[in-house]
């Protein structure tokens, strides 16, 4: 009884030390619930828990926030182009292959398979192909000689495929849209943008050349406006570049798999956090000049020569223009109203858009046709987003005064659909390659141990 009684007078006396750790806890609990907002990747026990989205609040210098442009990626834009860019208008391509580098000797073209853009011969195409115009262009995919559809080209059309389009050239990019010498027409889903084994001095060069001569990255405070804008749009496309030859790696040669590599993918982008923002902000500099020109792309025509086909990519074009839940969430992605002020605006423009020029014309350096194909592509899609953003007219009614050709269109569009796979990559994969790449089991933390030790005393 004597011990029982000291048993209880032990517990009575302990209670109120209890009490002070149980407040303790809580406390601590709220202070490590705050900080595991800024740290996504640890739990409450300092181990990996399901992280929450790490980009939240507006995009920097544009319109929209984070979740606003994941969601409606997911709902109306990545569905709807991944539709519009397989209908034969949009899947073709005019482009130049053979131009030699104008800023240093042509180191020569990678001799790697999956480098080369496969050209298919003529006697291999059915005879829809051979004469476009006989029932117009077929919907279903070229096969190439070599059966490798990812490889094959098609030259066989000509511009009389593409009716009522203009002849204009783009001040924005080097290529003269308007010399059909030399051009051929590549059939964009069967060369897909991805790991081609192109690295290397040859590959870095080019990527130097771009950063360090024609949109450097200064502090921000050395940079106006403009400059930043031109970087972030550079170093956007990059990463989406990056994202796809990830996304789709050779992870065996000798078996020929294909599949993510989850691990480049970390080291190339997702460990940089101010390179998935400017993914984002690409992303919606583009969207941008898409939905002003909407009057002018609703009205164009999309003219194959196959009635079912082209109307299909004029529908897809309006449902994407047109999109109520667009409209309501972003209905202004980015702002460009507000660049070009001040008495340098004229001057600033004209450098910048020189710079841009020259970033095109190192596209003609890359030693890796199929890299050189999308390389252009999305070059000239992101000079087109330009023209139309920052065109000299001050068109307020762009039917009437904006002037795209049937190629700035194609490239515009599929680069927009490329940074949707890219943006819709980050989202799903980001967290989940983190993990995989860092490890399942975080390292403690400070207040990971400390909440072990207030634990262990509590049940003590």
């Known amino acids: 009884m004597v011990g029982s009684e000291s048993e209880k007078t032990a517990k009575t006396e302990g209670r109120p030390w209890r009490w002070v750790i149980t407040g303790a806890v809580i406390a601590l609990i709220v202070a490590l619930t705050t900080a595991s907002i800024n740290t996504p990747k640890i739990s409450l026990?300092?181990?990996?828990?399901?992280?929450?989205?790490?980009?939240?609040?507006?995009?920097?210098?544009?319109?929209?926030?984070?979740?606003?442009?994941?969601?409606?990626?997911?709902?109306?834009?990545?569905?709807?182009?991944?539709?519009?860019?397989?209908?034969?208008?949009?899947?073709?391509?005019?482009?130049?292959?053979?131009?030699?580098?104008?800023?240093?000797?042509?180191?020569?073209?990678?001799?790697?398979?999956?480098?080369?853009?496969?050209?298919?011969?003529?006697?291999?195409?059915?005879?829809?192909?051979?004469?476009?115009?006989?029932?117009?262009?077929?919907?279903?995919?070229?096969?190439?000689?070599?059966?490798?559809?990812?490889?094959?080209?098609?030259?066989?059309?000509?511009?009389?495929?593409?009716?009522?389009?203009?002849?204009?050239?783009?001040?924005?990019?080097?290529?003269?849209?308007?010399?059909?010498?030399?051009?051929?027409?590549?059939?964009?889903?069967?060369?897909?943008?991805?790991?081609?084994?192109?690295?290397?001095?040859?590959?870095?060069?080019?990527?130097?050349?771009?950063?360090?001569?024609?949109?450097?990255?200064?502090?921000?405070?050395?940079?106006?406006?403009?400059?930043?804008?031109?970087?972030?749009?550079?170093?956007?496309?990059?990463?989406?570049?990056?994202?796809?030859?990830?996304?789709?790696?050779?992870?065996?040669?000798?078996?020929?798999?294909?599949?993510?590599?989850?691990?480049?993918?970390?080291?190339?982008?997702?460990?940089?956090?101010?390179?998935?923002?400017n993914l984002y902000f690409t992303y919606l500099f583009v969207l941008r000049a898409v939905m002003k020109a909407a009057d002018y792309l609703e009205q164009a025509e999309y003219d194959t020569g196959n009635p079912t086909e082209d109307l299909k990519a004029h529908s897809l074009m309006r449902q994407l223009l047109y999109n109520s839940k667009l409209q309501a969430a972003c209905p202004l992605p980015f702002d460009e109203a507000k660049l070009w002020k001040g008495q340098r605006g004229p001057e600033l423009k004209q450098k910048i858009q020189e710079q841009f020029r020259n970033i095109s014309a190192l596209m003609d350096c890359v030693g890796c046709e199929k890299c050189r194909l999308w390389g252009k592509l999305q070059v000239l899609g992101l000079g087109t987003a330009l023209k139309i953003l920052f065109s000299d007219d001050g068109w307020d009614h762009l039917g009437q005064t904006l002037q795209l050709q049937r190629n700035e269109v194609i490239a515009l569009m599929n680069l927009l659909n490329r940074l949707s796979e890219s943006v819709k990559l980050v989202h799903e994969m980001g967290p989940e390659v983190e993990m995989i790449t860092e490890g399942q089991i975080s390292p403690p933390t400070a207040s990971s141990r400390l909440w072990q030790r207030m634990l262990s005393l509590f049940k003590s």
Not at 56 to 64: N, Q, Y
Not at 161 to 174: C, K, L, Q, S
């Open 45 to 277: 026990f300092g181990l990996p828990c399901s992280c929450p989205q790490r980009y939240s609040g507006m995009v920097e210098d544009c319109c929209c926030d984070y979740e606003t442009v994941d969601r409606l990626n997911e709902e109306v834009l990545y569905p709807s182009l991944q539709d519009l860019v397989k209908t034969p208008f949009f899947r073709y391509f005019k482009v130049k292959l053979g131009c030699d580098c104008p800023f240093w000797p042509d180191d020569g073209m990678c001799f790697l398979r999956d480098c080369s853009v496969c050209e298919c011969p003529e006697s291999e195409f059915p005879k829809a192909f051979r004469t476009p115009f006989y029932r117009g262009l077929s919907s279903d995919d070229l096969q190439c000689q070599e059966g490798k559809p990812q490889a094959a080209v098609d030259r066989t059309l000509d511009s009389k495929a593409f009716r009522g389009w203009t002849e204009t050239d783009n001040p924005w990019t080097n290529d003269d849209e308007t010399d059909n010498a030399e051009m051929t027409y590549v059939n964009l889903q069967l060369n897909p943008e991805r790991y081609t084994g192109y690295s290397g001095p040859s590959a870095r060069r080019i990527w130097d050349a771009i950063y360090s001569e024609n949109c450097p990255k200064y502090p921000s405070e050395e940079l106006c406006q403009e400059e930043r804008v031109l970087y972030k749009l550079i170093s956007g496309l990059h990463s989406s570049i990056s994202i796809h030859i990830a996304d789709a790696y050779l992870l065996d040669k000798s078996k020929n798999l294909w599949g993510r590599n989850t691990t480049l993918m970390y080291d190339r982008v997702l460990r940089y956090p101010d390179r998935v923002r």
